[in-house]
């Protein structure tokens, strides 16, 4: 008979569905040997009727039969009664009855006095009953009393929690899902094992993660829409993405906002923008202001900047200060400044530390460095590691190099491309190569072409000189200099394209070096077009060469200048040749100049003679 009363409790938590159908002719039928057999007074089927009559929701009905039962000594019958009571509001007769079942033995009325007694505060007495219901094996017993301990803060919370869920109570497999992956999150890698740990831990041999994902998977396969949104998330940083997709998916249609958004994001990025649009705008219908905020980029992306507009107040009003910083910079894309200033502050004062650093910016923008300096500060201390850079900037602009080198530095061990090129200049500048090559490294492998090239340039002063391969003999690999030149001219760095043309003809490789040359020249280097002059005339080219070094004088070079007063001087056109000369005197370097002046000066006295 204990069974019938651990049901009928389960009445309260909506995870026990009354199977009896009053228009069931075999339920009626055994309701009406139940009724025969309690009119003859059988205590057994008064408590079983009563508990029928309970879950159809006859309270006049089951009242009479229960309390004849639980006079005749029936533990069930007791607390079923105390069921019916609390329904009808008797909350303290209700508690009475379901001690008298509880002292007898049911574990269901342990585990319904123990939640009355939490609702009315007293947890020592919460704690004893829940207890005496955990340890009979009763399943929400287990979960109260892991819920009841999990708020006090008692390590022991856990092992209870462990045991609902291990009896299949899904809300408690989320929640031990919960506290396994915060764990993850805060302890380093093999410190679940370590000395010390706490006893109430099971050794299991898994990382709490891996952990984590089974009970998400047993909480989520039972309907739980929350647990399945955290399995979609562990799958999909996995790399998993289909089979995240799928609890996303599972997570959403039960009504689950934050998965509609993330099966959104999802989506795009498999390309699939119109279904991200869909899920987006379901989550954000519901209230969720990252998929608002998405709506509100993807349209500003196609230029419906009202609909973005909307879409990002609408991210605002659900809480989301993201959304205030995203109408900054729509403001600011479409040079309303005084707005955009607005939307910046209203995130900034909420802690939105970018919306602190595009604030400052903006104020630098309009001549107000002073009121930029404190938002800069405001964001780089709360972690912008763009504010952190843009302070270098702000105090270098001051001429305050020590105060700019450490924000440099700062911005630079954050990984900051641009900023650990500051800090590997000024190292160079100081002597220290060791440290400068160390910051060169880290913005050239980030992407920098300036920093590739100046790593090129710091390897290539070490390099010792090589000596020309004997006859037969193959060409010397690329040094690491060569190929750090190499990678900033890739990218359109002209001096490293230069020195990559410089390298190719040391090796003979006339036709690479004359590659790299006229692309130099082409982005306008006037190296690579005096570079590229000499490799044509040498090669017969004298003509063409002429065109490149005219270019490059033009651009200031003299020695291209120089090269065209003897060009002409050779050809007999001594006025060209003089002109180029005068040219090549005012632009230098010295020794240029002396030359040419000595090369003048014969040409004009051979236009005098």
Request: proline letters at 2%; charged letters at 25%; a negative charge.
């Amino acid at each position: 008979m204990d069974v019938m009363g651990d049901k009928a409790t389960l009445l309260e938590t909506g995870r026990f569905t009354p199977s009896a159908d009053r228009d069931d002719p075999g339920a009626a039928a055994e309701e009406m040997q139940h009724r025969v057999a309690a009119e003859a007074g059988d205590v057994d089927a008064m408590s079983v009727l009563g508990s029928l009559l309970l879950r159809r929701g006859d309270l006049d009905g089951a009242e009479s039969l229960l309390r004849a039962a639980t006079a005749a000594g029936d533990r069930a019958a007791a607390n079923n009664l105390g069921v019916l009571l609390h329904q009808r509001g008797y909350v303290e007769e209700a508690s009475g009855w379901w001690r008298i079942a509880a002292v007898a033995g049911s574990a269901a009325a342990a585990h319904a006095l123990g939640r009355h007694h939490r609702e009315r505060g007293d947890e020592p007495a919460a704690e004893y009953w829940l207890r005496q219901s955990a340890e009979q094996g009763h399943t929400l017993g287990a979960y109260a009393l892991a819920d009841l301990l999990e708020h006090r803060g008692d390590v022991g919370a856990e092992r209870w929690m462990r045991t609902a869920a291990e009896r299949g109570h899904r809300e408690a497999a989320y929640r031990l899902a919960r506290a396994l992956d915060r764990r993850a999150e805060q302890e380093p890698p093999g410190a679940a094992g370590a000395p010390g740990a706490a006893e109430s831990r099971p050794r299991t041999g898994r990382s709490p993660l891996d952990e984590a994902e089974q009970w998400y998977r047993q909480a989520a396969a039972r309907g739980h829409r929350r647990a399945a949104l955290h399995l979609g998330a562990i799958l999909e940083k996995r790399g998993e993405l289909k089979e995240a997709g799928r609890w996303y998916l599972t997570s959403a249609k039960d009504g689950e906002a934050k998965a509609a958004c993330a099966l959104g994001f999802l989506l795009r990025d498999a390309g699939d923008e119109t279904n991200a649009a869909v899920w987006w705008l379901k989550a954000a219908q519901d209230g969720d202001g990252n998929a608002a905020n998405a709506l509100g980029a993807l349209h500003a992306e196609r230029g419906e900047t009202q609909t973005a507009e909307r879409w990002y107040r609408a991210a605002l009003d659900a809480g989301d200060v993201n959304g205030a910083y995203n109408l900054g910079l729509l403001c600011a894309e479409q040079k309303r400044t005084a707005q955009a200033d607005q939307w910046y502050r209203r995130a900034a004062y909420a802690g939105h530390r970018e919306a602190a650093n595009a604030l400052a910016v903006l104020l630098l923008q309009g001549g107000d460095a002073l009121g930029a300096e404190p938002w800069f500060s405001k964001a780089a201390e709360a972690g912008s590691v763009d504010a952190a850079f843009n302070l270098g900037i702000l105090y270098a602009s001051r001429g305050d190099e020590d105060a700019a080198l450490r924000w440099y530095e700062r911005a630079a061990a954050a990984g900051h491309t641009d900023a650990a090129l500051q800090v590997g200049t000024a190292r160079l500048r100081d002597g220290d190569e060791r440290e400068a090559e160390r910051h060169l490294r880290c913005a050239a492998g980030g992407g920098s072409a300036e920093a590739a090239y100046r790593l090129g340039t710091v390897l290539d002063a070490r390099r010792p000189a090589a000596a020309a391969p004997a006859l037969g003999e193959p060409a010397a690999r690329k040094s690491e200099c060569e190929e750090w030149y190499e990678r900033a001219a890739q990218q359109g760095h002209r001096r490293a394209q230069v020195r990559v043309g410089m390298l190719a003809a040391g090796r003979g490789d006339v036709v690479e070096a004359a590659r790299w040359y006229r692309l130099a020249a082409e982005a306008g280097s006037r190296n690579g077009a005096f570079n590229l002059g000499l490799l044509l005339a040498r090669e017969g080219s004298e003509p063409e060469a002429a065109l490149w070094w005219t270019r490059a004088a033009d651009a200031g070079h003299g020695r291209a200048a120089l090269r065209l007063a003897l060009l002409y001087a050779r050809r007999g056109q001594l006025s060209e040749g003089q002109r180029w000369a005068s040219r090549a005197v005012e632009l230098g370097p010295a020794e240029v100049a002396e030359r040419a002046a000595r090369l003048g000066e014969a040409l004009r006295q051979e236009l005098s003679a």
